[in-house]
């Protein structure tokens, strides 16, 4: 079963810095990662798919990459409706437990 | 526009059942996949599976397996999750979301999410 496996659990960024998510993959996942963004009381947003894809409506700040087992999100120039938990999600490999544990982006 | 509706908050018994409903409008039910994920009080996203419309295939997580039951009702365009035997630990928000991916034999990642609901599992 694949494991994602999200760094740091906690970021504490100031506005207008750059905030960078890591999620590491315990197989490689083909690109087949999504990310999505959680304020807390409001069902998950997805922001990316396919590892660098942003959705529909997403701005050009949140920016995915990655390849193999490592990806990572990053967030420039953070706005204070970006500050919420952030969540990987494989596709890759069914049946699994396909999200990561979550990064909370705190405002420092 | 694509909207996912649930049914209300739940408060159940332990080792009762709890049905939930998500209702879905504003796209062709058969094509897309309805994922169940639930999210414990302060805890991160935990996913319970996932259910075609267009053949009732089925995904279940393996720590649900045998408690759980997804289906779905084409003819109301509605997706139902049963979960069974509840205990204190399955306290937590249900969520039902939308696969992006028209016609995916397997679950993919989700776009359109209901609004959640909240069950308690308390004697």
């Known amino acids: 079963e694949i494991v994602l496996t999200q760094s740091p659990a906690t970021l504490s960024v100031s506005p207008g810095d750059r905030a960078t998510l890591s999620c590491r993959a315990s197989q490689s996942l083909s690109s087949s990662l999504a990310w999505y963004q959680q304020i807390p009381g409001q069902p998950p947003r997805l922001l990316i798919y396919?590892?660098?894809t942003r959705a529909t409506g997403v701005p050009a700040r949140f920016t995915g990459s990655g390849s193999g087992t490592e990806y990572t999100l990053t967030i420039s120039s953070l706005q204070s409706e970006d500050f919420a938990v952030y969540y990987c999600q494989q596709y890759n490999k069914w049946p699994s437990t396909p999200f990561g544990q979550g990064t909370r982006l705190e405002i420092k | 526009q694509v909207q996912l509706v649930q049914s209300g908050a739940e408060v159940k018994k332990p080792g009762a059942s709890v049905k939930i409903s998500c209702k879905a409008s504003g796209y062709r039910f058969n094509y897309y996949g309805i994922a169940w994920v639930r999210q414990a009080p302060g805890q991160g996203l935990q996913w319970m599976g996932w259910?075609?419309?267009?053949?009732?295939?089925?995904y279940y997580e393996q720590n649900f397996q045998g408690r759980v039951t997804m289906t779905t009702d084409t003819s109301t365009t509605t997706a139902y999750m049963e979960l069974r035997t509840l205990r204190s630990d399955d306290t937590a928000v249900y969520f039902c979301a939308r696969d992006r991916v028209a016609g995916a034999p397997t679950p993919y990642y989700f776009d359109d999410w209901g609004q959640g609901t909240p069950v308690t599992v308390s004697s």
């Open positions: 396919s590892a660098s």
């Open positions: 259910i075609s419309p267009h053949n009732d295939n089925t």
